[in-house]
């Protein structure tokens, strides 16, 4: 192979309409979940400014690109999926029918591991490195919201009955209820970051918007605009003031759900499930053909989902003492928190027992 190893801002204009392209074209080639925006160059450049080590490597053959890795590299040669943490889909985009062979890709990248926690799927020299599969549901809207929402009262009648009926409600006692479905109000994205950061201490997880690099990358991408690709806010109003708020983003044809929130003094409505009801009524509008909750064992999903796709979580490694060492560290804590995530009689008393920590922190 026929590898190039570039900084985020030295990629070509060339590469990236290459890149999009390739992204534009993966669901007429049966590979759909390349065309997801956490795969879109927009997200890798912006985690360039934000991060230090972010790269990519461009495959060409024939002088043409073929594919696109974008990847976190150390100085010790540890490499991470862009973003992995916050990124809900990780791989190479690529040409159809393009083959790679994964040892060969990491010595080319300086490499001695690449750790993912959301590889699509299609990915094989890579997910052969995979320790544990999980489902990522979505929402297919592909052929209109109204198909949608008859399906969804024919898999969950009674909550599709109470949505709606506490949507009427929230709309009776509150004047002037409206959706905006791409709301370009900075103040709108504060709010929504600020109710995301009290879910989290609420409920005693770890507060990602108290890391100022990833308040930066929400912050640019909110401002990121481009034929393909755009960070989108929603935003559900009642009387003029926000009640519950979502950010994520959207290729051409996915929007991938990431920052959900509402305010809590509204929760007796559901605002959440309205919000996403209203974001899959305005997706279908727009051209989208579903929408990527992430992975995750929630209820809302359970409930809103079509179906799922899969996604993986491992290590591709070489034969270095770096990787065995870092794959050391890291295989104990993911097989705790995936055994306590995959088991209702661990992760209830642990969720318990975080959201009494969150409680006592609040208070103090």
Not at 221 to 241: D, K, P
Not at 266 to 289: N, Q, T, V
Not at 345 to 353: H, S, W
Request: glycine share 10%; with cysteine.
């Amino acid at each position: 192979m026929d590898i190039s190893v570039y900084r985020p801002g030295e990629l070509t204009a060339a590469d990236r309409a290459t890149w999009t392209a390739f992204q534009a074209k993966a669901p007429l080639n049966g590979s759909p979940e390349l065309a997801n925006p956490f795969l879109s160059p927009e997200f890798t450049l912006a985690m360039g400014r934000c991060r230090r080590g972010v790269r990519i490597a461009v495959v060409r053959e024939d002088g043409e690109g073929a594919a696109y890795f974008p990847f976190q590299r150390t100085g010790t040669g540890i490499g991470r999926a862009v973003g992995l943490g916050v990124s809900d889909c990780q791989g190479i985009v690529h040409r159809p029918g393009f083959t790679w062979d994964a040892q060969e890709l990491l010595r080319a990248c300086g490499l001695a591991v690449w750790e993912f926690d959301h590889l699509v799927e299609g990915q094989e020299p890579f997910g052969a490195g995979a320790s544990g599969t999980f489902p990522s549901p979505v929402i297919d809207v592909d052929q209109g919201y109204e198909t949608y929402l008859r399906q969804l009262r024919e898999r969950s009648p009674k909550f599709a009955k109470s949505t709606l009926a506490k949507e009427r409600r929230l709309g009776r006692d509150f004047d002037g209820m409206r959706y905006v479905h791409d709301e370009r109000d900075p103040e709108a994205l504060r709010t929504l970051m600020g109710w995301k950061s009290a879910q989290y201490r609420r409920t005693g997880r770890s507060d990602r918007f108290a890391h100022p690099w990833i308040s930066r990358l929400v912050e640019q991408l909110f401002h990121t605009r481009s034929g393909q690709f755009a960070g989108i806010l929603s935003v559900l109003y009642a009387e003029g003031r926000p009640v519950a708020a979502h950010f994520g983003l959207r290729s051409e044809r996915v929007l991938a759900c990431w920052f959900p929130a509402y305010d809590p003094a509204f929760s007796k409505y559901s605002p959440g499930l309205i919000l996403h009801l209203r974001m899959a009524e305005a997706a279908a509008a727009d051209g989208i053909a579903y929408l990527d909750l992430g992975r995750g064992q929630k209820e809302y999903k359970d409930s809103l989902k079509t179906r799922e796709l899969t996604v993986s979580e491992g290590w591709v490694t070489r034969r270095h003492p770096i990787a065995i060492g870092h794959r050391a560290r890291r295989a104990p804590v993911r097989a705790l928190r995936n055994a306590v995530l995959a088991r209702p009689e661990l992760f209830e008393p642990a969720d318990r027992i975080l959201k009494r920590m969150g409680k006592i922190r609040s208070r103090g």
